[in-house]
Nanobody, 130 residues
């Protein structure tokens, strides 16, 4: 499975961006898909998760109410809509995929753990200016 993240850029505080993660190489489902981010000098941080059916989502507390993760299985693409952006959202954003058994999803704890994911995209830079 190959993951290609795109959509990053420079935006002012309060602005919006939509990131996309296109998957290729194997069937899109069943996978658990997530977005992580990594700011300079910091560890990779969980942002949001969506299960293969799109029915379940989880978010980091820092982005709840501002970010929305969604999936389009027909396009094999996962999106991260980011609204009300803050300077502290500045980071490289990565998409990740966890191979799952049919009907399986990652646990609330598991979806936050980078090592639970089998495939990673190359990252896209989001810069929020103050």
């Amino acid at each position: 499975v190959q993951l290609q993240a795109s959509g990053g850029g420079l935006v002012q505080t309060g602005g919006s961006l939509r990131l996309s993660c296109a998957t290729s190489g194997r069937t899109f489902s069943p996978y658990g898909m997530a977005w992580f981010r990594q700011a300079p000098g910091k560890d990779r941080e969980f942002v949001g998760y969506i299960n293969w059916s799109g029915a379940g989502t989880m978010y980091a507390d820092s982005v709840k109410g501002r970010f929305t993760i969604s999936s389009d299985n027909a396009k094999n693409t996962v999106y991260l809509q980011m609204n009300s952006l803050k300077p502290e959202d500045t980071a490289v954003y990565f998409c990740a995929a966890a191979a799952l058994a049919p009907g399986q999803t990652l646990s609330v704890h598991g979806c936050h753990v980078p090592s639970e994911y089998d495939y990673w995209g190359q990252g896209t830079l989001v810069t929020v200016s103050s």
